[in-house]
């Protein structure tokens, strides 16, 4: 585990009056992306290689290539496609792991409390449904959620801009009232793209593995309980009041 240190406060910290909806990622912000990393750089390869009578080094040299060839595509998040690529049964390993799926520190805690505000939250995820479902199982992960969204069921990644642009479509969110958070670089300069009013980035996604860069610009917290304080704050000052209308428009009668 990485040393607990404490962690400035995001700037700026949300203002949930103009804030209707939250869109949080599943690995690496709600939880831990130590599976995901132990599956697909321990697991998986070493599994892979000895069928094939593969070391770990040598299993690794020929499967990087094939992951880095589909990163930041749809199919490199599907497991469908990683399993006909590689003849492993990929959700029967998945199922075998389940016991390294867990949330990240303060994350249950932080969405129990994010309820008072009577926002919607959506869990948005490039996780296949399968990998989805076998994580939800684990952990209860759906209770937490109004909506769980996968970006298979619009056929972008959410590095796309589009994703939120069918996101929209499909879920009635309105960008320039959400706010978003993520581990992935890529995925947050794509909600820039998209206008996303609200985001952060979350800075240590594996609790095993030291923090990573920021991304420019966007503000960063180490885990979502960094924005617990402001949650609090609106609690204490009433809890979830109406939003007020997007600028310009009048206010509901």
């Known amino acids: 585990m990485t040393e607990d240190f404490p962690a400035a406060p995001p700037d700026p910290m949300p203002d949930w009056r103009r804030i209707d909806v939250v869109c949080l990622d599943m690995d690496g912000t709600v939880l831990d992306l130590h599976f995901d990393n132990l599956f697909w750089l321990e697991v998986l390869p070493r599994r892979w290689g000895a069928v094939r009578g593969l070391g770990y080094d040598e299993a690794m040299a020929q499967l990087l290539p094939r992951f880095n060839a589909k990163r930041g595509t749809l199919d490199w998040y599907c497991i469908d496609h990683w399993s006909e690529e590689l003849g492993l049964d990929i959700p029967a390993l998945k199922h075998e792991l389940r016991d390294e799926i867990r949330y990240l520190d303060g994350a249950p805690g932080f969405l129990d409390l994010l309820r008072g505000l009577g926002k919607r939250v959506l869990l948005t995820t490039n996780a296949h449904p399968v990998s989805l479902g076998v994580k939800d199982a684990q952990t209860g992960l759906g209770r937490h959620f109004d909506e769980l969204v996968t970006s298979h069921e619009f056929g972008v990644p959410k590095e796309s801009p589009e994703f939120w642009q069918k996101l929209r479509q499909a879920h009635g969110v309105d960008v320039r009232r959400t706010l978003f958070v993520d581990d992935s670089a890529a995925v947050l300069h794509s909600a820039i793209a998209a206008g996303v009013a609200w985001l952060y980035q979350v800075l240590e996604p594996d609790s095993t593995r030291p923090p990573h860069a920021p991304v420019a610009g966007i503000p960063g917290i180490r ?31």
């Open 223 to 253: 885990r979502l309980a960094d924005l617990q304080p402001s949650v609090v704050a609106q609690l204490a000052a009433g809890g979830g009041p109406p939003s007020p209308p997007p600028d310009g428009a009048p206010p509901s009668t």
